[in-house]
């Protein structure tokens, strides 16, 4: 069993600043990416944010979000700077993870939180 929990969304300002948090537990061989997606009400889920052996953004968050991982804890984080209303959305946390004794990778989410930039 794999599980991953972000925590740190919530209600914040234009212009603020949130830091999300994604936490994995379980038997966890191998972890080969961790990544970010949002999802605003209407819209698809979209990729904000992966790191792998370098980091990928989406155009629209580049320059304002910074993702980092511990990889030995396979913990993903997602600083997040100068947020603007169109940031507005659940944001959901991504894996791929080989557990203990599988040989394949799988794909693994966590429930997603919430993130509002509101004045």
């Known amino acids: 069993q794999v599980q991953l929990v972000e925590s740190g969304g919530g209600l914040v300002q234009p212009g603020g600043s949130l830091r999300l948090s994604c936490a994995s537990s379980?038997?966890?061989?191998?972890?080969?990416?961790m990544g970010w997606y949002r999802q605003a009400p209407g819209k698809q889920r979209e990729l904000v944010a992966e790191?792998?052996?370098?980091?990928n953004y989406a155009d629209s968050v580049k320059g304002r979000f910074t993702i980092s991982r511990e990889k030995a804890e396979n913990t993903a984080y997602l600083q997040m700077n100068n947020l603007q209303p169109e940031d507005t959305a659940v944001y959901y946390c991504?894996?791929?993870?080989?557990?203990?004794?599988?040989?394949?990778?799988?794909?693994?989410w966590g429930q997603g939180i919430q993130v509002t930039v509101s004045s």
């Open positions: 991504h894996a791929v993870i080989r557990r203990t004794g599988w040989a394949i990778y799988n794909h693994y």
């Open positions: 790191i792998t052996a370098s980091t």
């Open positions: 379980g038997s966890i061989s191998s972890c080969t990416a």
